[in-house]
């Protein structure tokens, strides 16, 4: 790349990249749910063993995710992310060779190990590349690759299905797209110090916006997680994500049965599961403009947060009229406004370790996050299902719809700039 003219508005093309692998990251994690019903006839599981399957990946998502963060503060976000990606792009084609259950559980393992590096990778990325106010635009931006891989994986993995009439091909083709994504990145990526197609102004413009600065040849005191977790800002994260995070799962994993046992059949069904999914990238751009319009008016990155997660994290209760309500069409709207309005709130908690936490300590705080949203959606995917077999979906719908206010007040009371100036320079004002 050396010699070339500047890329203009480079940075949102490295946004673009971000989106391309967070795209990629969800068909590949969603290739297997789409051709469940599929597997499960031609091996003859029960949903006991598919949800064995189900909880492989969520395991080792959930331990890794502290692990990867470390190693990403470690190696940086070129190589962390490089690595991850060959990783899991090579388990996710390769689980075309599954053979049976336990083959099927061990690859999901491993592509779980590999994915986990996603989320984080992309906030210390944004963290590195934006200032401060146009992160949450810029997370928003990646991470509507969620729900969008989300909403097209079954398309593609069907429509190759019954191109080749075998489950197999679909793996391969699906983890196969990552390999395109590590061209991209290798010939693309550096940190914004050392591009050699940023233009001057746009690189003084970034290091302008943004307080997690090292100068050249000073790589600051190492970040542990001993050291992040003396903070509260990271109890913060780390309690309001344990409290939020499990909403995403609920509507991913159970709105379908929710719908069959309000007595919509399995087409009504699938076509209300598309709803949230198709809303749930608007709530990510709801969020992230209208943050990262306070922020362009003056408010400080912490403010914008905090109001948006105010606004919408309260909203949620709306899904309390489900209770109320056996009409079709309100139930897809009620669960479409939740849903967006949670979306504005995950955009939030993904910036805020951007904001709140030098670029190098960004990937840690942002796995033990993560970790902790693993072992709460670990927690409640047990209790709904104790709930609904033995009472009713409604003490879920309840609890769904006021713990966010909780998970809200966490964040805004626990997330906010400390008294003191921290010495080590870990924790920024924002």
Not at 99 to 116: D, Q, W
Not at 328 to 336: G, N, W
Request: with cysteine; hydrophobic share 50%.
């Amino acid at each position: 790349m050396e010699g070339k003219r500047p890329i203009r508005h480079l940075r949102w093309w490295i946004c673009g990249l971000l989106f391309f692998v967070t795209l990629i990251n969800y068909i590949d994690r969603q290739t297997l749910g789409s051709l469940s019903v599929i597997l499960k006839d031609e091996y003859g599981w029960s949903k006991t063993d598919y949800s064995y399957i189900v909880n492989a990946f969520q395991v080792a998502y959930t331990i890794m995710q502290m692990v990867v963060g470390r190693f990403l503060d470690i190696v940086g976000t070129r190589t962390g992310m490089l690595a991850s990606v060959i990783f899991y792009s090579i388990v996710g084609a390769s689980t075309a060779f599954a053979t049976g259950l336990y083959s099927f559980c061990g690859f999901r393992f491993l592509l779980g190990a590999g994915e986990a590096a996603n989320n984080p990778g992309g906030a210390k990325t944004i963290s590195e590349w934006f200032p401060a106010k146009e992160r949450a635009l810029a997370i928003a931006l990646f991470n509507s690759g969620c729900a969008i891989g989300g909403a097209i994986a079954p398309t593609i993995a069907l429509a190759i299905y019954m191109t080749f009439g075998s489950w197999r091909p679909a793996f391969l083709i699906t983890g196969s797209l990552g390999l395109i994504w590590i061209l991209l990145w290798l010939k693309f990526y550096r940190n914004p110090d050392a591009h050699p197609r940023i233009s001057t102004e746009e690189l003084e413009y970034i290091r302008q916006g943004r307080s997690s600065i090292v100068a050249p040849g000073e790589a600051g005191p190492i970040v542990t997680w001993s050291k992040v977790l003396r903070y509260k800002q990271t109890w913060g994260l780390i309690l309001g994500r344990f409290l939020l995070d499990p909403f995403w799962f609920f509507v991913a994993n159970w709105y379908a049965i929710f719908l069959d046992s309000r007595g919509f059949n399995l087409k009504q069904s699938m076509l209300g599961m598309a709803v949230p999914m198709i809303c749930a990238p608007l709530g990510n751009l709801i969020a992230g403009a209208l943050s990262s319009y306070w922020v362009h008016r003056g408010w400080a990155p912490g403010r914008s947060r905090r109001t948006v997660l105010m606004i919408f994290g309260p909203s949620m209760a709306i899904l309390l009229l489900a209770l109320y309500s056996n009409s079709y069409p309100v139930l897809l709207l009620v669960f479409a406004v939740a849903t967006i309005s949670y979306n504005c709130c995950g955009t939030m908690f993904l910036t805020l370790p951007t904001d709140v936490f030098h670029t190098r300590a960004v990937g840690t705080v942002m796995g033990l996050a993560g970790t902790s949203a693993g072992i709460s959606t670990f927690i409640t995917t047990f209790l709904i299902g104790w709930a609904a077999d033995h009472y009713s979906f409604s003490p879920i719908i309840i609890a769904a719809s006021l713990i966010p206010a909780v998970a809200t007040i966490v964040f805004v009371t626990m997330v906010r700039v400390g008294k003191t100036e921290d010495p080590e320079g870990i924790l920024l004002k924002f």
